[in-house]
């Protein structure tokens, strides 16, 4: 068996102007994260015998995973777009909406929609390219939605949209 898999759909390139403020903001820390890091890097190398050394092991692998993420904020920044006006019709529910969804138990449920590189699950953001949000798109308030998830089917009533 093969370990290949295909590659990732790509994500969308749309953002708020929050979100992408965040991601910039991550990126100036994180190259001067990369000064201090660089600097303990270059007093655990001179200690001498780099094999056994396992500060000089820990920096290098800090290292680079700053570098990393520096290397994709760098080309993911440039293509995002930038989206912060509301849409002409705020009756339906579009990109960088807050959806009140009511579940069939009662139970209320807030999500916003934005773009891929802002989601936190914990604080109901969720991603464009998801189902639920790609379920929500378009729809107006009262509308029922149905999401699957799984074999599981859930339905929601959509109570408010908000921008």
């Known amino acids: 068996m093969s370990r290949w898999r295909p590659p990732r759909p790509k994500s969308s390139p749309y953002i708020t102007a929050a979100g992408y403020r965040v991601l910039e903001s991550e990126l ?10 660089t600097a303990a890097l270059s007093a655990a ?3 001498g015998d780099r094999s056994e050394n396992a500060e000089y092991i820990y920096r290098k692998k800090e290292l680079r995973e700053i570098d990393r993420r520096i290397h994709y904020l760098q080309k993911r920044l440039p293509a995002l777009t930038v ?3 509301k849409p002409g019709n705020q009756k339906q529910v579009f990109f960088g909406a807050w959806v009140t969804l009511e579940t069939m138990t009662g139970e209320e449920i807030t999500y916003r929609i934005v773009g891929a ?5 914990s604080g109901g953001l969720i991603s464009l390219d998801s189902p639920l949000a790609g379920a929500l798109l378009k729809k107006q308030l009262d509308d029922e939605v149905v999401f699957r ?5 859930n339905k929601y009533y959509i109570v408010a949209i908000r921008y």
């Open 28 to 37: 100036k820390q994180l190259w001067e994260r990369r000064k201090h890091v």
């Open 45 to 47: 190398a001179a200690e």
């Open 83 to 85: 989206v912060s006006e």
């Open 117 to 121: 590189d802002e989601i936190d699950t």
């Open 149 to 153: 998830q799984g074999a599981q089917e």
